[in-house]
């Protein structure tokens, strides 16, 4: 009787032992490491931040365009605005002076990359460049209008044969022009925009501010082509 009870005993504590490691070794299965549960959330927050960082860095650099003010200002220069500005945004940089004919720009319309802004002078203004300028230019007209009357092409001649492209002129190149001062040019250059380029250079005097006096006196110095 004693061989039977002490070979129940064996097998009762080897049944216990192989419990205790089978409970053991489930713990294991079942326990991931530490370590894989820290890489994957510290990988996951990295890249995008760097990308995200980098791809609105560019996008700021593409919504800035460069805009050139001059005229009745008193801080001309060129001026970095963001996309979409208006004419408004870039004379209230610039600071117009007392004087400028600001009511007479269109402040509303929209700003392109490259464009230049002539802030004209009112009519009138003694001692300014912008009124002097529309002065002393009709005062040219004249003096070249009198002297095309007696050489008949001589207006051209005077010029060397090099004509003015009022589709393609800026403002400084359209102050040129006999009788045509800031103010005018300006004129000229939002009547293109608005309204699109001169089929004819008689078309010009469609602009407010030129008639057919004044066009007489530059018709020999501007082309369409």
Do not use: C, W
Request: positive net charge; proline residues 6%.
């Amino acid at each position: 009787m004693e061989n039977p009870k002490r070979l129940f005993a064996i097998l009762g504590g080897l049944l216990v032992v192989l419990v205790i490691g089978m409970g053991l070794q489930g713990t294991k299965f079942y326990s991931p490491p530490s370590s894989e549960r820290k890489v994957l959330p510290a990988a996951k927050a990295n890249s995008p931040d760097g990308e995200q960082g980098a791809s609105q860095t560019a996008r700021k650099a593409e919504k800035e365009i460069a805009i050139h003010v001059t005229g009745a200002v008193s801080k001309p220069g060129v001026y970095r605005l963001p996309a979409g500005s208006r004419v408004e945004d870039a004379i209230r940089l610039a600071e117009a002076l007392p004087e400028a004919d600001v009511e007479g720009m269109n402040r509303a319309a929209p700003l392109t990359d490259g464009r230049q802004i002539v802030v004209p002078f009112r009519q009138g203004d003694g001692g300014r460049s912008g009124g002097s300028n529309e002065s002393s230019g009709t005062g040219s007209a004249k003096s070249k209008a009198s002297s095309g009357a007696n050489a008949g092409t001589g207006a051209t001649s005077r010029q060397g044969g090099s004509l003015i492209n009022i589709n393609q002129a800026d403002a400084a190149e359209l102050d040129r022009l006999p009788g045509v001062g800031p103010s005018t040019a300006q004129k000229i250059i939002q009547y293109r925009e608005t309204k699109g380029a001169f089929q004819r250079a008689e078309d010009l005097q469609n602009v407010p501010g030129i008639g057919p006096k004044k066009y007489a006196d530059l018709k020999e110095m501007i082309t369409v082509d």
